[in-house]
């Protein structure tokens, strides 16, 4: 991943699975898409009932331990088109998500347990940013599921 002007390791584990041809590009980076596993398509079914949307893609992260992270970011890609809706969904360990306003002031911290959906829409991508930082505190795997639609 380009960061700062220099390529670096994830610090997590990742997947994209999406529909044919629709891949994702950030920090001058291109992921190819994979077809859908049953598993996740039955996810995404559930998740745009509930949101109601029509998600056509998901980022899989794997968080291995407390040491994986994700630092401060906004999801605005042009291909997640303006205002997109963003559906995360947490599976293993709790880990505390952050988020802030892109003009400063203090961050606010959520506790994401195993099954908890976070939905980001409306300007959430335009007016602030978020991330997973590392712990101090040890910690076990934790899989997140973000569901986007990508604008064709």
């Given at each position: 991943m380009l960061m700062f002007g220099r390529v670096i390791d994830i610090p997590r584990l990742q997947a994209w699975y999406a529909d044919a041809e629709l891949s994702y590009r950030y920090s001058k980076m291109?992921?190819?898409?994979?077809?859908?596993?049953?598993?996740?398509?039955?996810?995404r079914?559930?998740?745009?009932?509930f949101c109601q949307a029509q998600f056509n893609?998901?980022?899989?992260?794997?968080?291995?331990?407390?040491?994986?992270?994700?630092?401060?970011h906004s999801d605005d890609e042009v291909e997640l088109g303006k205002n997109p809706l963003i559906a995360s969904l947490s599976f293993g360990a709790t880990r505390d998500f952050q988020l802030k306003h892109k003009n400063g002031g203090?961050?606010?911290?959520?506790?994401?347990?195993?099954?908890?959906?976070?939905?980001?829409?409306?300007?959430?991508?335009e007016y602030y940013q978020h991330a997973l930082p590392k712990s101090r505190i040890e910690k076990s795997m934790r899989i997140n599921l973000t569901f986007r639609e990508i604008k064709k």
């Open positions: 291109t992921l190819a898409p994979t077809p859908w596993l049953p598993v996740l398509t039955e996810l079914n559930r998740v745009n009932t893609a998901v980022l899989v992260n794997c968080y291995r331990d407390h040491k994986d992270s994700v630092g401060w203090e961050s606010i911290k959520l506790s994401l347990q195993s099954g908890s959906l976070l939905v980001m829409g409306d300007k959430s991508q």
